[in-house]
């Protein structure tokens, strides 16, 4: 059995052959004796190369020809045994950063973010898509200031006096 790639050749006893042939002959063997031999021979097509371009997310792999890929770059390999190949290009996109907003809001108020109003202190993330559909971390980090007592100051002082309050003399 043999096997040759389109376009190839292969010499068997004598004949030069190029297509799918299966043929037996009587042949004479150096010392004389005659034998049949058999030719199988099979011309494989020649394939056609193949091209892909793929982009994914920073952080996320890509799976081709069984390697878990996580690197930009372009990757080949053998399709058959006639030459053809598979060339993938393989863009993977920049971090998108995670964002941190803080915020200050008085007691009593509220603030709306990303769809959600939030009125006490504490950290809220949200997961969010940039212009390329990958997926970052949006935190709002939200203080509410306590709620503030006022006091009353009574003062007496005397006509023609001075008094200081709060670092203003009166």
């Known amino acids: 059995k043999f096997e040759i790639c389109e376009g190839g050749k292969i010499e068997w006893h004598g004949v030069e052959y190029t297509e799918t ?3 037996t002959i009587t042949a004479v063997s150096d010392n004389g004796c ?3 031999a058999t030719l199988d021979l099979r011309v494989l ?7 892909y371009d793929e982009t994914i997310c920073y952080g996320t792999t890509f799976e081709w020809n069984g ?10 390999h053998n399709l058959d ?3 053809a190949t598979a060339t993938l290009k393989l863009t993977i996109l920049p971090e998108t950063k995670d964002v941190v907003e803080e915020k200050t809001l008085c ?3 509220s603030i709306e973010w990303n769809g959600n109003t939030y009125d006490k202190t504490g950290e809220y993330p949200v997961t969010l898509k940039d212009a390329n559909g990958c997926s970052y971390t949006a935190t709002l980090d939200l203080v509410v200031l306590g709620k503030e007592n006022h006091t009353v100051s009574k003062f007496e002082i005397c006509e023609g006096g001075k008094i200081e309050w709060h670092g203003v003399e009166y």
Do not use: M, N, Q, R
Request: with cysteine; glycine share 14%.
């Open 21 to 23: 042939t299966y043929k």
């Open 34 to 36: 005659e034998y049949e």
């Open 45 to 51: 097509p020649a394939g056609a190369d193949e091209s």
């Open 67 to 76: 390697s878990v890929l996580t690197e930009s770059g372009t990757y080949t």
């Open 81 to 83: 045994s006639c030459g």
């Open 107 to 109: 007691y009593g108020e």
